[in-house]
């Protein structure tokens, strides 16, 4: 379920964040989230989508935990753009034979920001 106020409390920040900051004539890069924050809409953008048709963060149901996920790629730059790649184009033989489907509405973006959430759930800090 979508939690109302979260998405709130994002737009907030956000609208917080943005403030002060002139817009510069290039097309310059966006606010820059910190991590936890991206993980946070990520976490949003999982919880929308069909991803928990088949993943349970803790517990492996047709597609592994998303814990299990986070416990076998580092965080990294290179892992958030596999696995986003991963979530866009589907895949299948790294976990077992069933596949993933693909999910070709998704912005890169956004799936980045879903991977940044799954690769989170390993438990440890992130920077
Ligand atoms: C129809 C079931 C299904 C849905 C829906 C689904 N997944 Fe998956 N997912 C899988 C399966 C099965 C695997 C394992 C694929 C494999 O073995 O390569 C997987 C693997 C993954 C992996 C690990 C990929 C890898 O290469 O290690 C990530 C990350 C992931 N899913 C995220 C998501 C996200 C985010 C969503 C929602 C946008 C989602 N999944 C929706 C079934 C699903």
Avoid at 22 to 42: C, K, M, Y
Avoid at 80 to 88: C, F, P, S, T, V
């Amino acid at each position: 379920m979508i939690n109302k106020l979260s998405v709130a409390a994002l737009v907030v920040a956000f609208i917080v964040s943005c403030g002060g900051k002139q817009a510069t004539s290039e097309q310059d890069e966006p606010v820059q989230l910190s991590t936890s924050q991206l993980a946070a809409i990520g976490k949003i953008l999982v919880d929308e989508s069909d991803c928990k048709t088949c993943h349970h963060s803790t517990n492996k149901i047709i597609g592994p935990s998303h814990t299990d996920v986070a416990k076998k790629y580092e965080f990294n730059d290179e892992n958030i753009k596999l696995l986003a790649k991963r979530i866009i184009e589907g895949g299948s033989g790294v976990w077992g034979e069933i596949p993933m489907n693909a999910h070709p509405d998704l912005s890169q973006e956004d799936a980045e920001k879903m991977a940044i959430y799954v690769l989170s759930l390993d438990g440890e800090e992130k920077k």
